[in-house]
Each structure stands twice: as C-alpha cells, then as structure tokens.
C-alpha cells in the first residue's frame, strides 16, 4: 500500500468513527437515553462541535435531529468522494448520494447488529455489572427487541427475540448488497 492509501484509509476511518458518533448520539436522542450518563456526554462533547452550528441553520423536524442527519450526509458523501477519487474511480453526485445513504443505514444495521449481540453476552455474564455504557445498550436496543418479544414469547425461560432481531437484521444487509 503506498502513502496515498494509508493516508485515505487513516482519513475515511475516522470520518466513518466519527459519523458512527454522530448516529449514536442521534439514536441515544431518539431512545430518550439518559443524557448525563458519562457516554452520551462523551458523544455529546465530540459531536457538538459540527451540531452547533448546523442546528442553527437546519431545524428539527418533529422528534427527528435532521442537522445530525444532514451531517453524516454531508460527512459520508465527503469520505466516498474521497475513497473514489483516491482509488482513481470517478461517480456523479447523486451515484455518491445514493451510495452514501445505502452505507450509512448499513452503518446503522451493523450498530444494531454488534449491539444485539453486546446485549446477549452481556445477559449471560453480566447484566448487573455497574459500567455507564451498559444501561444506555439497553436503552437502545429495545426498540428492536420489543417488537419481535411481542411476536415471539420467552420459551422456557430464553428470550429468543435477539435471534430473530440479528436474523431481520442480517436479512436486511443481504437486501443492500452486503455479503
């Protein structure tokens, strides 16, 4: 790999950990999580730099933060810009739009998906453990758990709705293309 890749690789991985902050943070908004927990300050803290000055141009819309939105657009369209032209390809805008907005819901489904299976260790050997971060993992995936517990009752004692989740989950990447 010569410095141009390293030098791209380095560059989109922290604009994609930072988007992924930018979607925790709007997700943590979307469960209602608890706001002074020392994570979603953290995300906060990172994260209000390039907010700030979106939100006082984009309003929200409803309960929906759409200057998050539009900034993990606007970042993700930057970092597939710069990936393409990098690797010498060349796309229109809209073949960048759409392929950022496909990549970031499958950011989104593999979020779900590692958080899923976070909850389900964190089940079987430590869901009394006193870490900040755990009562926000169970904040936010419940609003994916819930409505396959609503289907699918505890059999026997074992809540399967984790299994079903990651299978609509991994069903849905499959759908966008992901192998």
């Known amino acids: 790999m010569n410095f141009a890749g390293?030098?791209?690789y380095l560059f989109t991985t922290l604009l994609d950990l930072f988007i992924a902050g930018v979607m925790l943070r709007l997700l943590l908004q979307w469960v209602r999580a608890d706001f002074y927990n020392p994570v979603s300050q953290f995300l906060v803290r990172v994260t209000n730099p390039a907010l700030i000055p979106l939100r006082r141009i984009i309003p929200s819309i409803g309960k929906l933060d759409t200057a998050s939105v539009v900034l993990m657009l606007i970042l993700e369209s930057a970092?597939?810009?710069i990936a393409t032209r990098a690797g010498g390809l060349s796309m229109s805008l809209v073949q960048i739009l759409v392929f950022s907005i496909i990549k970031l819901f499958m950011t989104l489904l593999w979020?779900?998906?590692i958080l899923v299976i976070i909850r389900v260790v964190l089940s079987w050997v430590g869901a009394q453990a006193?870490?900040?971060a755990i009562p926000l993992l169970f904040q936010l995936t419940e609003p994916v758990l819930a409505p396959f517990r609503k289907v699918i009752p505890p059999i026997a004692g074992f809540d399967l709705?984790?299994?079903f989740a990651?299978?609509?989950?991994r069903f849905l990447m499959l759908l966008l293309g992901w192998r």
């Open 166 to 169: 990651l299978i609509a989950i």
């Open 130 to 132: 006193r870490h900040p």
């Open 161 to 163: 709705s984790p299994l």
């Open 6 to 8: 390293a030098l791209t």
């Open 111 to 113: 979020t779900y998906f």
């Open 79 to 81: 970092g597939v810009w």
